[in-house]
T-cell receptor, first 112, second 114 residues
Framework: GEDVEQSLFLSVREGDSSVINCTYT??????LYWYKQEPGAGLQLLTY?????DMKQDQRLTVLLNKKDKHLSLRIADTQTGDSAIYFC????????????FGKGTHLIIQP | DTGVSQDPRHKITKRGQNVTFRCDPI?????LYWYRQTLGQGPEFLTY????????KSRLLSDRFSAERPKGSFSTLEIQRTEQGDSAMYLC????????????FGEGSRLTVL
C-alpha cells in the first residue's frame, strides 16, 4: 500500500537553511510533490519532481530525490518568517491511480 | 484569474443533519478532487471526477457521502445524517489532467458537527 512519512516538527533560525524530509513506500510513484499550508488556508503547490530525476531547483527551493531509498527532501535556503507553515510531501502512484497520497505534514517553526 | 473556490468556508451543524458543500474548479480544469483533512493529518483522498464522470472513490467515502459533478463544472459533496466524526476540513482540488498531475486546492470548507 501507499504510505508517506514525515517528521512532525522542524525548528530553524531565520536565515538558515531548512531541510524537510519525507519517505514513501510506493516504488511505482511517478511524481512527488511538496505543498505548503498556512493556518486556515488551503494547500499551495510549491514544487514537484518526476521520479526519474535526482534534483530540481527553483529559486530558494531544492528538491532531492533518492529513488533507491524512497527518500525525498525539500531544502529552503535563507529561511524567512514567511516560510512558517506546514509542509506536506505527496506522491502520485503509478498504475493509473490518480489521487495523491499525502504525509501528515511537517510544521516548520522559524526562530528569530 | 480565479482559483478553486469552495462554499461555505465554515459550517456548524447538529448531528443527524445533512450538509452540502460546493466547489468551483479552475475553469479549464477537467479533473476535480475531494479530500478530507482532520487536525494533525494530511489530506485524505475521497473521490475524483474527470468531467462529469466519477472515476474513483475511496473506501473512506461511506454511503452517507455522495458527490456529483453534473455538468462537468462545479461539484457538490453532500453528507447525510452527519456524525461527530465527520468534523473535518473538506478540500477541493482541480487539475488539467496533465501527466505532471499537480493539483490546485481551494481554501476548504470546515465542518463542525455538534
Amino acid at each position: 500500500g501507499e504510505d508517506v512519512e514525515q517528521s512532525l516538527f522542524l525548528s530553524v533560525r531565520e536565515g538558515d537553511s531548512s531541510v524537510i524530509n519525507c519517505t514513501y513506500t510506493d516504488s511505482s510513484s511517478t511524481y512527488l510533490y511538496w505543498y505548503k499550508q498556512e493556518p486556515g488556508a488551503g494547500l499551495q503547490l510549491l514544487t514537484y519532481i518526476f521520479s526519474n530525476m535526482d534534483m530540481k531547483q527553483d529559486q530558494r527551493l531544492t528538491v532531492l530525490l533518492n529513488k533507491k531509498d524512497k527518500h525525498l527532501s525539500l531544502r529552503i535556503a535563507d529561511t524567512q518568517t514567511g516560510d512558517s507553515a506546514i509542509y506536506f510531501c505527496a506522491e502520485r502512484a503509478g498504475g493509473g491511480a490518480d489521487g495523491l497520497t499525502f504525509g501528515k505534514g511537517t510544521h516548520l517553526i522559524i526562530q528569530p | 484569474d480565479t482559483g478553486v473556490s469552495q462554499d461555505p468556508r465554515h459550517k456548524i451543524t447538529k448531528r443527524g443533519q445533512n450538509v452540502t458543500f460546493r466547489c468551483d474548479p479552475i475553469s479549464e480544469h477537467n479533473r476535480l478532487y475531494w479530500y478530507r483533512q482532520t487536525l494533525g493529518q494530511g489530506p485524505e483522498f475521497l473521490t475524483y471526477f474527470q468531467n462529469e464522470a466519477q472515476l474513483e472513490k475511496s473506501r473512506l467515502l461511506s454511503d452517507r457521502f455522495s458527490a456529483e459533478r453534473p455538468k462537468g463544472s462545479f461539484s457538490t459533496l453532500e453528507i447525510q445524517r452527519t456524525e461527530q466524526g465527520d468534523s473535518a476540513m473538506y478540500l477541493c482540488a482541480s487539475s488539467q489532467g496533465a501527466s505532471t498531475g499537480e493539483l490546485f486546492f481551494g481554501e476548504g470548507s470546515r465542518l463542525t458537527v455538534l
